[in-house]
């Protein structure tokens, strides 16, 4: 049950609220307890956020629709514009293919798994420690920087640049399309906004499909070529491919995916070892185990899950969690709400690497929808995580922890800049 404090703030506060988005935790708490099933008038969303109703909702793909709730979510208010610009400046509007409901999610995920094998991931290790090493030895004598502009978002770019084969040196554009197509589903761009992110999303597609093209004619080592040209049998013995307006959208969509959210993941890292001590001595003890490590991989998405919520729609009206939403009701699911959820995780602001359920949390989605970068993202923060012990010491904040600011948007929870200071770690 919801105490006062948390009643007052079931009935006053918004996620959208740009103080709530950066503090979520108590927001959270007030809904699991009082409205699990909360319709938030400001975004007119009814936001999912027990553990158990997300996981039933994610196991329905046919009731709560990917298709509806993302498409509807994009440009909201403004989307019959949005995609005119991309229509005639951009060289097309292309619908992301993987957001959408079976079965034909089915047969685009099967397609776009093709690049993203075990053996891909695996063979990648050594070159991902290479570029954290280079990263993290460029700034360890220098005593300070930016975790996440001098860090995660160089690494993560970097990693997704090699993999799809584009051309090196384009942080600062990767970056500026990052968050032009996350702001579409942010619910907090003005017009104005929208026409900036619309002209760089615009300009990021011309980019892809360049590249799609010399990969049509010339494939190589990389995940356009292995999107370009994906195949699967059909039955009566033909190959099923992508179209080209599939490919655009799943290039696109592995571009952002697989910069944003894992640089989010990497700034929360760093953030919690200068905030927690704990949690950083925890790491140098596991840092050398790789079972161990692996599980404070886990528990670090788990506690501070970078994506925060995710779109569905009700095709009908349905009961979750005893609250019955009407048919075409928007609905987030609020992960960071779930992963906290204390039924599921006892004493959920603990770091634990031994809870028994680890495995539980949502931070990469569930049922079809679940991430299909999933090992690339771990790896990323995993090697992330045990080089940082073998470089550095002594992180902590270079300001006050109540001046670091978020990016203002309910999709992510991403820090937009961490000033940091350490120290070189002795060999």
């Known amino acids: 049950m919801a105490d006062a404090a948390e009643l007052d703030l079931i009935e006053n506060g918004t996620l959208a609220d740009y103080a709530i988005q950066s503090q979520p935790n108590a927001f959270y708490a007030a809904l699991r307890h009082g409205d699990p099933v909360h319709h938030d008038p400001k975004l007119d969303s009814w936001l999912i956020t027990r553990h158990e109703d997300i996981a039933f909702v994610q196991s329905d793909p046919i009731t709560f629709s990917v298709n509806k709730g993302y498409h509807t979510q994009q440009a909201r208010g403004m989307q019959a514009e949005y995609q005119e610009i991309l229509r005639t400046e951009g060289g097309g509007y292309f619908p992301d293919a993987i957001m959408s409901d079976p079965p034909y999610h089915t047969r685009i995920r099967k397609l776009m798994e093709s690049a993203f094998t075990a053996h891909r991931v695996k063979d990648l290790e050594p070159r991902i420690t290479a570029v954290v090493s280079e990263l993290l030895d460029s700034v360890a004598d220098k005593g300070t920087a930016n975790a996440v502009k001098d860090i995660a978002v ?123 001590p704990e949690i950083a001595d925890k790491l140098k003890e596991v840092a050398e185990d790789d079972r161990k490590l692996s599980r404070f991989v886990e528990e670090l998405m788990r506690i501070e899950p970078p994506v925060r919520a995710l779109s569905r729609m ?52 569930g049922g079809p929808h679940r991430c299909v970068g999933l090992a690339l993202a771990r790896m990323e923060v995993k090697v992330m995580a045990r080089e940082i012990v073998r470089r550095l010491d002594g992180i902590k904040l270079a300001i006050p922890v109540e001046d670091i600011r978020y990016v203002p948007t309910v999709a992510t929870r991403t820090i937009e800049s961490l000033p940091i200071t350490f120290t070189r770690r002795a060999t």
Request: charged fraction near 25%; include cysteine.
């Open 314 to 365: 009700a095709t009908k009206e349905v009961v979750i969690g005893g609250t019955t939403v009407p048919e075409g009701a928007h609905l987030l699911l609020v992960y960071g709400s779930g992963n906290d959820d204390e039924t599921v995780f006892p004493d959920p602001r603990s770091f634990d690497i031994e809870r028994p359920n680890l495995g539980r949390h949502v931070a990469f989605g």
């Open 154 to 276: 160089p690494l993560t770019i970097r990693v997704i640049v090699e993999q799809l084969g584009l051309d090196h040196g384009m942080e600062n554009k990767i970056s500026r399309w990052s968050v032009a197509v996350t702001a579409q589903i942010g619910r907090m761009q003005d017009r104005e906004q929208m026409l900036e992110n619309a002209r760089q999303i615009c300009d990021l597609q011309h980019y892809l499909i360049g590249k799609m093209k010399e990969r049509e004619a010339n494939p190589g080592e990389d995940m356009i070529s292995d999107i370009v040209h994906a195949e699967l049998p059909n039955p009566d013995g033909t190959t099923d491919k992508l179209t080209f307006a599939e490919a655009v959208s799943l290039i696109r969509a592995m571009l952002i995916a697989g910069n944003d959210t894992t640089a989010t993941a990497i700034g929360n890292l760093f953030f919690l070892m200068a905030t927690r």
